[in-house]
């Protein structure tokens, strides 16, 4: 059974960048899509970004040119990049594996398998 572990986590001032991990162990990663996700206190959890198995991605419309995910196969791991980081992305962030992506990527219902999450801060 696949399992995902996020890393990547910190508290960071407004402006800055991070890289978050989910790596895969239990299955080649390269056999799923994979969502990030995000849940700041008090909100829903929300899609953020995709890539499936074929590398192409998907973004919601807003984080566009800010953030980037991409996947390395061989070591089983996807990464998002997050850019000029803003105190409203304080959140922590899960990814998801799905083996079916469709058009409703930012559901977290398409997803079959979750992390346990890692907190990202922004705060001066």
């Known amino acids: 059974q696949l399992q995902l572990v996020e890393s990547g986590g910190d508290l960071v001032q407004p402006g800055g960048s991070l890289r978050l991990s989910c790596a895969a162990s239990?299955?080649?990663?390269?056999?799923?899509?994979i969502g990030w996700f995000r849940q700041a206190p008090g909100k829903e959890r929300e899609g953020i970004a995709c890539?499936?198995?074929?590398?192409?991605?998907h973004y919601e419309d807003v984080l566009k040119g800010r953030f980037f995910i991409s996947r390395d196969n061989a070591k089983n791991t996807v990464y998002l990049q997050m850019n000029s980081l803003k105190p409203e992305d304080t959140a922590v962030y899960y990814c998801?594996?799905?083996?079916?992506?469709?058009?409703?990527?930012?559901?977290?219902?398409?997803?079959?398998?979750w992390g346990q999450g890692t907190q990202v801060t922004v705060s001066s």
């Open positions: 890539i499936d198995s074929g590398g192409n991605s």
């Open positions: 239990g299955d080649p990663l390269a056999y799923y899509g």
């Open positions: 998801a594996a799905s083996k079916l992506l469709s058009a409703y990527w930012s559901s977290a219902g398409e997803y079959d398998y």
